[in-house]
């Protein structure tokens, strides 16, 4: 089945076919590292790496960008406000940044580039902008022209009379426009800058973002995501920027994750509501996040409640733990922790068809415009299987017979299946508390020594029984003059 993904351009869910198959050029708007990030962004983030590992999944050569805003207003106030250097607070936040994304098992990005290591590209677009009369110079600013681009509005859907009415306040009197946005902006004193054609000053936001993308992945992406929020102005005026530069398409796919609540109420400064994500990784696992993250559909608003949380880490419990469990039967079962060959070859063309149908059920859901919330259902799916089949195999231990080695089989390659799908999630496994084969000696040695003290008092038939039992499952103990070794039947 073809994958299909909603673009935020054409409104509708379109069949992904990227510009150079199988290669995906994709472009994620990373943070402005002014500050600690909270679990709206870690939405962003965790979302971006579940459609990236799906797209590598399905053998796309996805690379992969996101850059780090690290010369902004935002960070000049919070400088200023704490009497700090702007690198310095950069410095923190992109620490913190990089330190939590990684808690979250967020894939690292193929590239991260830094706004100020792109500074003189940037000078070099704002340049060329203004001299294809894009863009205009006011007393060191440099604006661009909204009027020079005649798409400007169809990437947020919204009519120019209506954007300009909203503009209006405090509108800069020196635009052309109250829509023309800032391109370079002058420096303020105490402000760092960078010299220019226009006098010292930086970049505005939206032309890091163009530039990075285009420094990396070239002049036509496949995919650019962000969060909702960010489609206007901030992707509307990337796209216009970008597109009256190279006269081209700048973005094949535009995606857009929905806004994340905090108990049913939009998260602000206001509301003083803001959760940030080392508040939350204190109470929470990380994959119990993860897995709240993408619990839903990713355009879709999702609500932060400890209901919802505690649903979550009930719900990821019950993966692993059904992961756990059939992994310790199997090492039982098998004796060595190996298949047998013989087992394999009672893996029967009904069972083939059975993990076909798992699978699919999971692709379908992803080839939905990655749909997690339904991939996850179609994992539990495989958990109810393996419960039952579980169910079964103890219950004909109980009765004394050995399972059939073909359901041994199957309940190792569902199980095979559910982890590897997990993985396709980002999801980690915790280290599994198994049998191991310390463990596994010492329970051996245990039954070595009770043997050994039946034998010495002549409790022979005792004795015996524990060599036979441990013979049936594949122990054998050899007595010499010097004690009792166990070793696993050839
Ligand atoms: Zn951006």
């Avoid at 469990?325 to 098998?334: H, P």
């Avoid at 009672?346 to 415009?369: G, H, K, P, Y």
């Amino acid at each position: 089945m073809a994958l299909v993904l909603f673009n935020t351009f054409t409104r509708k869910k379109e069949e992904f076919i990227p510009l150079e198959p199988p290669y995906v050029r994709m472009y994620n708007c990373g943070p402005t590292v002014y500050d600690t990030f909270h679990i709206g962004n870690a939405r962003n983030f965790v979302v971006v790496d579940v459609i990236r590992r799906y797209l590598m999944y399905k053998g796309y050569k996805v690379k992969f960008v996101q850059n780090i805003t690290d010369i902004d207003d935002k960070i000049i106030a919070r400088a200023q406000q704490e009497g700090a250097s702007t690198e310095e607070i950069a410095r923190r936040y992109t620490e913190y940044y990089f330190k939590y994304i990684n808690l979250l098992g967020i894939m690292p990005a193929d590239e991260n580039p830094r706004a100020t290591e792109f500074i003189p590209q940037m000078i070099e677009f704002v340049q060329k902008l203004v001299q294809k009369n894009s863009a205009y110079v006011v007393d060191g600013d440099v604006f661009f022209r909204i009027k020079s681009y005649p798409h400007y509005g169809e990437l947020s859907g919204k009519k120019l009379d209506d954007l300009k009415k909203g503009a209006r306040v405090d509108v800069d009197p020196r635009k052309e426009d109250p829509l023309d946005f800032a391109l370079w902006k002058s420096a303020k004193p105490g402000e760092p800058y960078w010299e220019s054609p226009w006098g010292k000053g930086r970049p505005g936001w939206h032309i890091e973002c163009s530039v990075m993308s285009m420094a990396h992945l070239g002049e036509t992406l496949d995919i650019h995501s962000g969060g909702i929020d960010l489609i206007f102005p901030h992707h509307e005026n990337e796209r216009a920027q970008s597109e009256s530069l190279t006269n081209k398409q700048f973005v094949r796919y535009w995606l857009h994750n929905g806004f994340l609540n905090i108990e049913s109420q939009k998260m602000s400064k206001s509301l003083g509501n803001i959760l940030t994500i080392d508040s939350i990784l204190e109470q929470y696992d990380p994959e119990v996040v993860r897995y709240f993250l993408i619990s839903a559909h990713y355009r879709h608003p999702l609500d932060y409640s400890q209901t919802n949380l505690r649903e979550a880490k009930s719900a990821w419990q019950r993966l692993v733990d059904s992961t756990i469990t059939t992994d310790e039967i199997i090492r039982l079962l098998l004796k060595d922790g190996s298949i047998r060959e013989s087992d394999i070859a009672q893996m029967n063309e009904t069972i083939e068809q059975r993990l076909s149908t798992f699978r699919s059920q999971f692709e379908q859901a992803m080839d939905d415009d990655f749909n997690t919330a339904e991939a996850i259902a179609a994992l539990f799916n495989i958990v109810g299987e393996i419960n039952t089949l579980r169910e079964n195999i103890n219950q004909q231990l109980k009765n004394g017979h050995s399972p059939e080695p073909g359901k041994v089989s199957y309940l190792s390659a569902l199980n095979k299946l559910l982890k590897e799908l997990i993985g396709v999630l980002g999801f980690r496994l915790p280290e599994k508390p198994t049998l191991s084969s310390e463990l596994t000696d010492n329970l051996i040695r245990i039954l070595v020594d009770i043997r050994q003290k039946a034998r010495q008092q002549k409790l022979f038939e005792f004795a015996d029984m524990i060599r036979s039992r441990l013979n049936e499952l594949g122990i054998v103990l050899e007595d010499h003059p010097q004690g009792t070794i166990w070793k696993f039947k050839q």
